[in-house]
């Protein structure tokens, strides 16, 4: 089992996931400080402020925190009803500094976009979603298996542009 759990400072989630996270830099003699400089201060300020349609979230799952992102449910010109845009996608430290097997790595992307859909659907509902894609890798990923979901009854457009998973469900 899986989900997608809100990190806050007021509830002491995020400062416990920064503790793990800096242990697990440690582990492989890395500085936690150097750590996705650009990512977490951007994320950091988003566990700190509590925004109705915007958080920061955590895939956990087999007892880990394998990924946060940072999700937002807005109004867009050229949209009808919200669009939740999930961007600021970070992979633990132990997926930048191990070892592990695209077969994880695919597993854990995975679980983060059905995670997103889950969530456009219950906790920030929206008729679309925008999931920003970290790297090439992960637009072949999304490519392969986009024809696939546009064939899916749930959604009625699947389609990749740039960095960017555009999804309008049904």
């Not at 996931?17 to 988003?46: G, I, K, N, Y």
């Not at 087999?62 to 919200?82: M, Q, W």
């Not at 696939?148 to 542009?161: I, P």
């Amino acid at each position: 089992m899986f989900e997608l759990k809100e990190l806050k400072s007021t509830d002491g989630s995020w400062q416990a996931l920064e503790l793990d996270w800096t242990r697990q830099c440690h582990e492989h003699d890395e500085d936690f400080s150097q750590f996705a400089m650009a990512s977490w201060p951007v994320l950091s300020e988003c566990a700190e402020a509590d925004m109705r349609d915007e958080g920061v979230y955590a895939l956990e799952f087999d007892g880990e925190t394998h990924a946060i992102c940072r999700a937002n449910s807005v109004l867009i010109p050229n949209y009808i009803g919200k669009v939740l845009r999930v961007r600021h996608i970070l992979m633990s430290p132990f997926y930048d500094f191990g070892d592990v097997s695209i077969e994880k790595y695919a597993r854990a992307l995975s679980k983060l976009f059905v995670g997103a859909i889950h969530l456009s659907n219950i906790g920030l509902p929206s008729p679309h979603v925008k999931f920003h894609l970290r790297s090439v890798a992960d637009r072949q990923f999304f490519s392969t298996i986009g024809d696939s979901m546009s064939e899916l009854d749930m959604f009625s457009s699947v389609k990749l542009k740039g960095s960017w998973l555009y999804i309008t469900k049904a």
